[in-house]
């Protein structure tokens, strides 16, 4: 996590650089007494997190965050006055507020909130961002939705889509299609199959039974499958 300070008051830069050294998966990058100063830097190089000062001279950290283009910067502020943070949590990328003086167990806590905020973030992106497949049927694209795919199965130089009401024939591979899957639902469970196990009837010792066709599972495969159901 690549970090940078933006503070006038020299000792709290030192403390915090200090406190990134025995984390040890923090590493401040550059620091500056100016936020004037630091914006060539920031705008020239990958920063994840900011620790940033309210009160600075020439330019305050609230003027710095409302005319910065912040991107995906995330921001910890820092005031020696606890009233600011009432007025400055509306912002999207502030994930937390520290006050003078800095204690230690607190500035983990910091860390952390930006972890976890950064985590949530990830997920929440990832499931926007795959919930259908597009495919090319004859001289058309199909959009697929995940959840209306029950199983995908191998044939020839082809692959079969096998929908609730109808089944679909893809020029493709299975490996290019599960290459394309990147839904947890979807497994490949034998070198001819890939199943939706949402929509699994039954499981026996080496089929399960999907719109009632048996489909062969392997046994590595099995063992994968069960760790992926909910059972009771």
Excluded: W
Aim: with cysteine; aromatic share 10%.
């Amino acid at each position: 996590m690549k970090c940078v300070i933006i503070d006038d008051d020299s000792t709290i830069r030192l403390q915090i650089i200090e406190f990134c050294k025995i984390i040890g998966t923090v590493e401040i990058v550059a620091d500056f007494s100016d936020a004037m100063q630091a914006i060539p830097f920031l705008r020239s190089n990958k920063v994840d997190l900011l620790f940033l000062d309210v009160n600075l001279p020439h330019l305050s950290g609230i003027d710095f965050i409302n005319n910065y283009q912040l991107g995906l910067l995330r921001i910890i502020m820092i005031s020696s006055d606890a009233n600011h943070a009432a007025t400055i949590f509306g912002d999207s990328h502030i994930v937390d507020y520290l006050t003078k003086p800095i204690a230690f167990k607190r500035f983990v806590l910091s860390i952390n909130n930006y972890l976890t905020r950064v985590k949530s973030e990830e997920e929440s992106k990832e499931q926007k961002e795959e919930k259908s497949l597009f495919v090319n049927v004859g001289k058309k694209l199909v959009n697929l939705q995940y959840d209306e795919i029950y199983y995908i199965e191998a044939n020839g130089d082809y692959v079969n889509f096998y929908l609730e009401k109808k089944l679909i024939c893809v020029y493709s591979t299975l490996k290019n299609v599960k290459d394309k899957i990147k839904e947890a639902n979807f497994l490949q469970v034998h070198r001819s199959y890939i199943v939706n196990i949402n929509k699994i009837e039954e499981l026996e010792d080496t089929s399960i039974l999907i719109m009632k066709k048996s489909i062969p599972v392997s046994r590595t495969n099995k063992l994968i499958l069960l760790k992926k159901l909910n059972l009771l």
